[in-house]
């Protein structure tokens, strides 16, 4: 993490008005509200329901972990090999006692006890220093709050701003789990136009400026849902520049942003066909984090973004640990209904993730996240180049405000029959996260007029998970309702290249290949 | 375990119309949906956002724990520090390594990955087994499904159950944290008037029998919060007869029971004097199920009771691991809830719990528990010991169908002041869980009629406090609104047993007594 000048910075605007009916009404979980008595070094506390530590049947916990520079970062990791020859020692120790040698040392007596919603002291330290150094928020009095992932963060961010009957403006594609979460809470998602980067500022500001309660019959919605990094599907990556028109336009209409930001680390920088790739300059650890696009926490003068950070992609999605920050109103709000769901995040987890982070120190964190971003580069690259050796794709630079790819270049596979040649499948290779969103051009299919776009989508997905190959499919993602007869209608396929082995990737996109060229030969 | 032979049961009934809206309208999770094509041994799944099990910084975890013989049954605890020194070793190892060497092993790769809402599979056959075994629900087709713990247990079933503006009947006297959650809700806690065993079922079949919607402001709750076993605040311990006579009423009158039982193994039995306390015969470990008064399960014929299980008081409240026993409609939306909220609790706790319980076996488990019944039994009786050398307690057999301890013995701390004989303190021993629930009997305080007794309540509560000692205020526990001038008004404290060392338990209650001397020495 780099040091940076102390820079001074105004405190936020009071938002208030932008609080659920649900989570004005919350309070203190009565017990709870004792604790503040709990700083006396002889008091004798037998108020709460707490079970003697003497009673956990786990002496101590211990974790062989990787050191910080297992992987190679993206600057070495053309000779990766040599890497994983010559890095020497691969694993450090870290050992939970159930009682602390010296103060302030991780203990299972205080981590598998009753804690505070906020979590473990050492863990709040360390998420507070990180998002001072990394995100830089740009107001005074931001507040950072643990939580158990951005599952438990976005479902507690939405219950937090949103009554029911309201709308949440979203990506037209997203996160399907985001839109599972608010139906059930009588909450809409508004899909807005995407391009290259994302969301469109232009539309955007368009959509709010033009906004009639009665024919949308829902009034303006006062909170933008994003993935800005490693947009989920699309892959997007969306610059300062863009981040600073939404941000401007949110402080214009008063919309408070939640930034669902998982795969920030994973940021790829653009694909280059195997032959261009050269040897990266090389880059001090702490410099690495200003090569990376900001969060819209830098911009964030008025304390209007809910920023959920995640420890699930670059640490281990079974950790159940993440964290907010937004301002202290909101973060006392949210505080309020972790008491009353999950109480404090797994000790267990808290425990040892916080072992692993101090025994790692910040540098070493830094370098462990380099060498993650190594390795999704690497697999992006080799996915993107599996695609590219076996279709054969030509790349169409894309001017239509109306495509989800404008402003990009698009690589485009042609099918070739009786003299037509029309598209088939086109893409835009990842700058960020786990995903490529590949388009499929069912309109060209010869049964597009009798089966529609959505059979054929459906039809070409069990084909391919008959073959053996899974992808997620494109529907899924929309943002609309399915009744919305406007909505976009394009037909996609989210493809994952974060889990799989290589040669399985490879043989996927052949069996991928096959099972299209087949798919598209069919007869009525 | 006991293995009890086959009984052929029959299956619930329908209750689909106790959903509440919320609980309707949730869909399931889309990319979890994918799930079920995931069977197939050769798939190549490129659908879901995983991360590689490699990138896990975390290469084996392991633990030193207990063994399941550490601490002494209560039929030996009268030789425990025989006990102590001979019962061998005292540690087992639980190791949990980043892939498993056979099938069926706990790994990481599995354990820290995204896993489903219903968890690991070892886990979930050992809550299914441990539940028909212990609890032996009265129907067929029961389900069960892991949680993060009550708290997140009693959030989701209220969700699940209950629109805003509805009631919960609740005993008088409840779990703060319980009302906390559901108040924001826009739900109402309905207090039932309560005897030495909880709820009493004749007050409660009046109350149901009688209900009016207009003067009451609400429809008639069809929800039942209760926490039969270590009542909390009051410690009390409903029995069989009674829990019959209330399953029944709840038939009739067609009200769901949510069962809040995480101190069920903590049952203590009827509190002895030093003097009279005597040597309890031998049992053995497959016998003791039977000892204890069983669940509502055991009546549940209809598929009418969500029971929630913990494994906070018995292994550590940091684990956030509990379950869900209810009716399959129910389960299944509470797993749909999960998804979009929690994901699945967290993968350390998941696995380190199910190796400590497969390492441990059924049998040691069942040992363990028996182990910790005798500790909190010892924690009762010394701190019941310290009252009643403290205070000069008188015992009184109570027949007032409105006091709380109907049908109990009571004992009676009195004061001498100018000729009159006045009560200032009873109580009755709890026999189960983990709380003392004392009456100070402030309409005796001389300053009562110029205070009132919520002010004098403060008063002593803020005075024992600032002689080091925390009890938990009474008033926190009430059902009722504050706003309710028909309510119960008597002044408590529960103060717990389960947590300090027995020389600070002793030193607390000396405190107690000379505060509340000297607190009945004011004068106005």
């Given amino acids: 993490m780099h040091a940076g000048a102390e820079v001074k910075r105004a ?7 932008h609080l659920s009916d649900l989570s004005k009404a919350r309070q203190t979980s009565p017990l709870k509200g004792l604790q503040k008595y709990l700083g006396h070094p002889n008091l004798i506390n037998l108020a709460g329901g707490l079970p003697h530590p003497d009673y956990f049947p786990y002496s101590r916990v211990s974790a062989d972990a990787l050191v910080p520079s297992s992987f190679a970062t993206s600057r070495e990791s053309s000779l990766s090999w040599l890497w994983n020859l010559f890095s020497g020692d691969k694993s450090t120790s870290l050992t939970v006692p159930r009682y602390p040698a010296k103060d302030g040392d991780i203990n299972l007596a205080q981590a598998l006890q009753y804690g505070l919603a906020r979590g473990m002291p050492q863990i709040q330290d360390f998420i507070r220093r990180f998002t001072a150094e990394v995100y830089q928020p740009a107001y005074d009095n931001w507040a950072t709050l643990i939580n158990s992932g951005n599952t438990d963060g976005w479902c507690r961010a939405a219950l937090t701003l949103c009554n029911p009957g309201e709308g949440i403006f979203a990506a037209e594609w997203t996160y399907p789990s985001a839109k599972a979460t608010v139906i059930p809470l009588g909450v809409r998602m508004v899909p807005l136009p ?13 959509i ?22 490693g947009q989920n599907p699309t892959g997007g990556t969306m610059s300062a520049p863009r981040k600073q028109e939404i941000y401007n336009i949110c402080v214009e209409f008063d919309i408070i942003i939640v930034e669902d930001d998982p795969y920030y680390f994973l940021q790829h920088g653009q694909y280059l066909p195997k032959a261009s790739r050269g040897k990266s300059k090389e880059i001090q650890n702490d410099k690495w984090y200003s090569t990376l696009e900001p969060s819209y926490l830098a911009f964030d003068v008025q304390g209007r973004v809910i920023r959920l950070d995640s420890f699930s992609k670059v640490i281990a999605p079974g950790c159940r640990l993440g964290w907010f920050t937004c301002n202290p109103l909101f973060a006392e709000r949210l505080e309020r209904q972790g008491e009353t769901s999950l109480q404090a995040p797994c000790g267990f987890s808290q425990a040892l993730v916080t072992s692993l982070l101090l025994n790692w120190k ?29 279709f054969h794709f030509t790349p169409v630079t894309v001017a239509d405000e109306k495509s989800l790819w404008d402003g990009g270049v698009i690589y485009q596979a042609f099918r070739e029959k009786s003299g037509n040649r029309s598209p088939v499948l086109s893409f835009v290779p990842p700058t960020s996260g786990m995903f490529v969103w590949l388009k499929v051009h069912f309109e060209t299919h010869p049964l597009y007029e009798f089966h529609g776009q959505e059979a054929l989508e459906t039809k070409l997905w069990l084909k391919l998970a008959e073959s053996g190959v899974l992808f997620g499919p494109g529907v899924m993602f929309s943002a609309s309702e399915p009744e919305d007869t406007t909505a976009i209608n394009d037909g996609h396929m989210r493809v994952s290249f974060s889990n799989e082995e290589f040669d399985k990737m490879k043989t996927a996109v052949e069996i991928f290949k096959s099972t299209l060229d087949h798919f598209y030969d069919e007869k009525r």
Same sequence: chains 1, 2.
Avoid at 195 to 205: A, E, L, T
Avoid at 208 to 224: E, G, I, Q, Y
């Fill in 362 to 390: 910040d540098e070493g964190y830094t370098r462990w996240l380099r060498g993650l971003q190594a390795q999704y580069i690497s697999r992006r690259d080799f996915f993107v180049d599996c695609l590219l050796d076996t």
């Fill in 194 to 206: 995407m391009d290259i980067q994302g969301i469109r500022s232009d539309k955007f500001r368009e």
């Fill in 11 to 17: 405190p936020g605007i009071d938002l208030s008005h």
């Fill in 208 to 229: 709010l400026a033009t906004w009639d309660d009665k024919s949308r019959n829902m009034s303006r919605p006062h909170v933008l849902y994003t993935i800005p990094i």
